[in-house]
């Protein structure tokens, strides 16, 4: 008997919460899809880098495990509420509360077994098109062919299990020890407010206030000052508990607000429907508090994480770029050593179309690099500002099959990473004295030019003219070389292994390939990309399902309102109008913080991890890419609990 019931109640709930149930299937769908990429040997086959992938997707999936609990363990809890009555009859009809807890349980655990089948399949589909997408980022061939991993199914069934049962054991808990009476009445009680007097809500908005201000202004000062990141590890943590503090804090006083100024005003309150839209509004924020600031957080780190994705993968196209110029490229400390190997090696195995020996100079003044750290330029490790040829630097160009450039007397140029390139043009760059003489800057360039690694420069390379470069010191002796065929990361490993065979001093300055480079930057790529879109996909869905769940709730417990609002004469369409609104009002509140927050953390976490190589214009463009996917993801959520809770109101 109460087997039936159960699979009935499940098939009942199951539609009445088929957001949440979607929500569910769709999240473990990434968490099976991810695992598969996890085990796949054919992807871990492409770099060595992305061995290192394994770890980091299992410590990511257990944070997405996590937040997928705590709503699985929320919308249990939610849904008792909702059906306390239905319970309540269960007891006053001589159900043991032993039984009534099995049957919550089954009925749960029966649609969390539906959602882990269904996301068996649809996760296989994912993957495959996660394996196109890393495929194509690696040039590789890509095939359809069906894949399935024990190990991958064992680790998405051990997450399920383990987050399913956590939840059922509190709620079996719960339900056994329940009094009839607690249940009868359960529905009609609101959350508690976490403050009961104004004067709280003072006290603790000023304080949410003031840690906002000192979580931003500690963060801003550890990422502009990176010498202080790496000490700082204290001041990282508290300016991130502050931020998270002042979270909970404003929107646990957000209704307060509301009241003393929107609600406060006569003449705005009793516009149109207003009063009913706030009220509605202010009700719910006033029991929520808590929840919409852990869904505030949700979406903070949610816009973030998208951002930084697109970030990081403008952040290593550039790097790549800028690094990966000649197919083989050597230094050496010391000046009057023999590089013929690395040439002999590229002439056998891989041929040659040309290439060039030529010192790079240590122009030892400071003046440049000193001027472009104080326009926060990334111009790396060197102190001194690196030099090269004029002869040598049109060669190399070129090699490179970039167009001519020419020189004129007592000018400079600079060869630079398109971020040193920007501001170089919106300031007036120094002078420089160097062999003796005066030079005046010229222009800048910011092609691909090897400028990346130290090879020619950490950021830029400055261009003069011969005879003034011939009186300066030898920083290292480099060979470009420009190869028939293409190298892979295993001829980097053979040069590296050549020349310390050869000399008996580890005098190597660099020694890199342009496929060794391109695997590595490929590799760092798509492990943080796509570990910062996983967290961000799943994370806005679970604070989008609850926001919608509670929506569609409250339009089923507060229909009477609609009928009230009906017969006062608000027709289907003004009617669905002002769902509409009240949908745009509850959706809209939780955005407050996180979209102008997230701006910021973005900025800075760029500026601290890609050391300000960011231009403003790729930043803010990324910026519009990350807000639009996750407005889009949000607005289905919207969609789908206006259209409906619309039916439910004025049907």
Same mark, same amino acid.
């Given at each position: ?6 699979? $009935? ?6 539609? %009445? ?60 809890? &939610? ?51 996660? %394996? ?135 003449? =705005?309150?009793?516009?149109?429907? $207003? ?15 808590v929840t919409i600031g852990t869904l505030a957080l949700l979406l903070t780190l949610t816009l973030t994480a998208t951002s930084m994705g697109l970030l990081f993968e403008r952040f290593f196209s550039e790097k790549r770029e800028s690094t990966m110029s000649f197919d083989i490229t050597v230094s050496t400390t010391q000046p009057s050593e023999d590089l013929s190997p690395v040439s002999a ?30 326009? %926060? ?67 800048s360039r910011s092609e691909s030019f090897g400028v990346g690694d130290g090879f020619n420069g950490t950021g830029y390379v400055v261009i003069v003219p011969d005879n003034i470069a011939g009186k300066l010191p030898v920083y290292h002796m480099s060979l470009a070389v420009q190869t028939e065929k293409e190298t892979t990361p295993q001829d980097a490993e053979k040069l590296v292994n050549l ?11 660099t020694c890199n390939t342009k496929g060794s480079i391109r695997d590595s930057y490929l590799s760092v790529f798509t492990i943080l990309a796509f570990s910062l879109y996983y967290v961000g996909l799943i994370f806005v869905c679970a604070a989008a399902a609850v926001l919608a769940v509670h929506q569609l709730s409250e339009a089923v417990k507060y229909q009477f309102r609609y009928e009230l ?14 769902? =509409? ?48 996917? &996750? ?18 109101? =004025?049907?």
């Amino acid at each position: 008997m109460l087997s039936k019931l159960a699979v $009935r109640n499940a098939k009942r709930s199951a539609r %009445d919460y088929l957001i949440y149930l979607v929500t569910v299937t769709f999240s473990l769908s990434m968490v099976y899809a991810f695992n598969l990429i996890v085990f796949s040997s054919e992807i871990r086959n492409l770099s060595y880098g992305m061995s290192a992938m394994t770890g980091t997707i299992i410590f990511i999936s257990l944070i997405i495990v996590f937040v997928i609990g705590w709503l699985i363990c929320y919308m249990t809890r &939610f849904i008792l509420e909702k059906r306390s009555r239905e319970f309540g009859t269960y007891l006053l009809l001589g159900i043991p509360n032993r039984d009534v807890a099995s049957l919550f349980v089954r009925e749960n655990l029966l649609m969390g077994a539906g959602a882990f089948i269904i996301s068996l399949l649809v996760g296989s589909f994912l993957y495959q098109i996660l %394996d196109m997408i890393i495929m194509r980022i690696f040039q590789a061939q890509y095939q359809i062919q069906f894949q399935f991993s024990a190990k991958a199914l064992a680790l998405t069934a051990g997450y399920g299990a383990a987050i399913y049962l956590f939840a059922m054991v509190r709620v079996r808990r719960q339900l056994r020890k329940i009094k009839i009476c607690d249940l009868l009445y359960m529905e009609k009680k609101n959350e508690a407010s976490a403050l009961k007097t104004g004067k709280g809500h003072w006290t603790l908005f000023l304080a949410a206030a003031a840690a906002c201000a000192a979580g931003v202004g500690t963060l801003w000062y550890l990422c502009h000052h990176s010498e202080e990141v790496h000490n700082g590890g204290a001041l990282l943590l508290l300016s991130v508990v502050l931020l998270i503090g002042s979270i909970y804090g404003i929107y646990m006083t957000v209704t307060f607000f509301l009241g003393r100024t929107v609600l406060a005003r006569y003449s =705005f309150k009793y516009k149109k429907h $207003r009063l009913f839209l706030l009220r509605n509004m202010t009700a719910r924020m006033r029991t929520m508090g808590v929840t919409i600031g852990t869904l505030a957080l949700l979406l903070t780190l949610t816009l973030t994480a998208t951002s930084m994705g697109l970030l990081f993968e403008r952040f290593f196209s550039e790097k790549r770029e800028s690094t990966m110029s000649f197919d083989i490229t050597v230094s050496t400390t010391q000046p009057s050593e023999d590089l013929s190997p690395v040439s002999a090696y590229a002439e056998e195995r891989l041929g040659i179309r040309s290439q060039l020996a030529y010192p790079l100079y240590d122009g030892e003044s400071k003046i440049l690099t000193d001027w472009f750290r104080k326009q %926060d330029s990334p111009v790396g490790w060197m102190e001194f500002a690196p030099v090269l040829a004029y002869s040598d630097y049109k060669e190399l160009r070129r090699m490179l099959g970039y167009g001519e450039t020419e020189l004129k007397e007592g000018r400079y140029l600079i060869q630079c990473t398109p971020r040193i390139r920007e501001i170089a043009e919106q300031e007036k760059i120094p002078d420089i004295r160097l062999g003796g003489e005066t030079l005046k800057y010229q222009e800048s360039r910011s092609e691909s030019f090897g400028v990346g690694d130290g090879f020619n420069g950490t950021g830029y390379v400055v261009i003069v003219p011969d005879n003034i470069a011939g009186k300066l010191p030898v920083y290292h002796m480099s060979l470009a070389v420009q190869t028939e065929k293409e190298t892979t990361p295993q001829d980097a490993e053979k040069l590296v292994n050549l020349l310390y065979e050869t000399y008996s001093y580890e005098g190597i300055d660099t020694c890199n390939t342009k496929g060794s480079i391109r695997d590595s930057y490929l590799s760092v790529f798509t492990i943080l990309a796509f570990s910062l879109y996983y967290v961000g996909l799943i994370f806005v869905c679970a604070a989008a399902a609850v926001l919608a769940v509670h929506q569609l709730s409250e339009a089923v417990k507060y229909q009477f309102r609609y009928e009230l609002l009906s017969k006062l004469g608000v027709g289907n369409r003004e009617g669905k109008k002002l769902v =509409f609104q009240q949908q745009l009002l509850f959706f809209g509140v939780p955005l407050m913080i996180p979209v102008p927050l997230s701006i910021f953390l973005s900025r800075q976490l760029s500026y601290w991890m890609m050391m300000n190589e960011i231009s403003n214009k790729t930043f803010l463009h990324s910026q519009g890419i990350s807000l639009g996917l &996750f407005g889009l993801v949000y607005l289905i959520y919207f969609a789908a609990s206006w259209r409906a809770c619309s039916r439910l109101a =004025f049907s």
